[in-house]
C-alpha cells in the first residue's frame, strides 16, 4: 500500500505536491527533490564550477526550499521557485569565496560529438568552444546569466525576469548585447 502511494505521487503536479508539502507531507516533498534535484545541481554547478560546491549547496536549496514551503505563495512554478534559490545561493558562495575574477564556464560544452568528424573538424570545434567560455566569462554578471539562463537552460524571459527580479525588456536587451559580444570576441580571435 506504500510502495503505491510513493509512486503514484510521482505522477501528481507540482501544485498537488506543494499543498501536500505544506501539509506536512515530506514524502510529497521527496518527490519534488527527485524531480528537480539533477537540474538544480547543474545550474549551480555553472555557476559555482566545483562538483562538490554544487553538491553541497543543492542540499542547501531544498533545505532551505523545505523551510520555506509554508511560505511558498506559488505565484511563480516550484521549478522556478527552487531556480531562484540555487541562483541566489551560489552567486553568494561565489561572491563569498572571492571566485567572480576566476569563473570560467568551460564546463557549459555539451560534448561535441567527434564520432564523424576528422582530428582537425574536432580540434576546431574544441577552440571555439574555449573561445565561446573566454568570452561568455568576459560579459558582466547581468548579461552573463542572462546568456546561460537563456541559451543553456532555455528559459523563458518570464521566469529569468521572476528569477532576477528584472523586466522583460531589460533581459532581452542584455542578451542581446551578450550575444554580440560574444560572436564579435569569436570573430576576432578566429
Not at 505522477?11 to 505544506?22: A, G, I, M, Q, S
Not at 536549496?61 to 541566489?88: C, H, P
Given at each position: 500500500?506504500?510502495?503505491?502511494?510513493?509512486?503514484n505521487?510521482?505522477?501528481?503536479?507540482?501544485?498537488?505536491?506543494?499543498?501536500?508539502?505544506?501539509?506536512?507531507?515530506?514524502?510529497?516533498?521527496?518527490?519534488?527533490?527527485?524531480?528537480?534535484?539533477?537540474?538544480?545541481?547543474?545550474?549551480?554547478?555553472?555557476?559555482?564550477?566545483?562538483?562538490?560546491?554544487?553538491?553541497?549547496?543543492?542540499?542547501?536549496?531544498?533545505?532551505k526550499?523545505?523551510?520555506?514551503?509554508?511560505?511558498?505563495?506559488e505565484?511563480s512554478?516550484?521549478?522556478?521557485?527552487?531556480?531562484r534559490?540555487?541562483?541566489?545561493m551560489?552567486?553568494?558562495?561565489?561572491?563569498?569565496?572571492?571566485?567572480?575574477?576566476?569563473?570560467?564556464?568551460?564546463?557549459?560544452?555539451?560534448?561535441?560529438?567527434?564520432?564523424?568528424?576528422?582530428?582537425?573538424?574536432?580540434?576546431e570545434?574544441?577552440?571555439?568552444?574555449?573561445?565561446?567560455?573566454?568570452?561568455?566569462?568576459?560579459?558582466?554578471?547581468?548579461?552573463?546569466?542572462?546568456?546561460?539562463?537563456?541559451?543553456?537552460?532555455e528559459?523563458?524571459?518570464?521566469?529569468?525576469?521572476?528569477?532576477?527580479?528584472?523586466?522583460v525588456?531589460?533581459?532581452?536587451?542584455?542578451?542581446?548585447?551578450?550575444?554580440?559580444?560574444?560572436?564579435?570576441?569569436v570573430?576576432?580571435?578566429?
Amino acid at each position: 500500500m506504500y510502495m503505491a502511494y510513493r509512486e503514484n505521487m510521482t505522477e501528481w503536479t507540482d501544485k498537488e505536491l506543494v499543498t501536500r508539502c505544506k501539509s506536512g507531507d515530506r514524502h510529497a516533498f521527496d518527490t519534488l527533490v527527485i524531480r528537480y534535484q539533477e537540474r538544480i545541481y547543474w545550474i549551480i554547478k555553472r555557476i559555482v564550477r566545483n562538483h562538490e560546491d554544487a553538491i553541497d549547496i543543492t542540499q542547501d536549496v531544498f533545505v532551505k526550499a523545505y523551510q520555506k514551503m509554508s511560505s511558498f505563495r506559488e505565484d511563480s512554478g516550484v521549478y522556478t521557485w527552487l531556480y531562484r534559490i540555487g541562483i541566489n545561493m551560489s552567486l553568494n558562495h561565489v561572491r563569498k569565496r572571492k571566485l567572480r575574477q576566476l569563473l570560467s564556464l568551460d564546463d557549459l560544452s555539451t560534448g561535441i560529438s567527434s564520432t564523424e568528424q576528422t582530428p582537425a573538424q574536432d580540434c576546431e570545434k574544441e577552440e571555439i568552444q574555449r573561445l565561446i567560455s573566454k568570452a561568455i566569462d568576459r560579459l558582466p554578471e547581468k548579461q552573463r546569466l542572462v546568456f546561460l539562463f537563456r541559451y543553456y537552460d532555455e528559459l523563458p524571459y518570464e521566469d529569468i525576469s521572476t528569477i532576477l527580479g528584472t523586466s522583460v525588456g531589460g533581459l532581452k536587451a542584455n542578451y542581446f548585447h551578450a550575444v554580440k559580444k560574444i560572436e564579435a570576441f569569436v570573430k576576432n580571435a578566429l
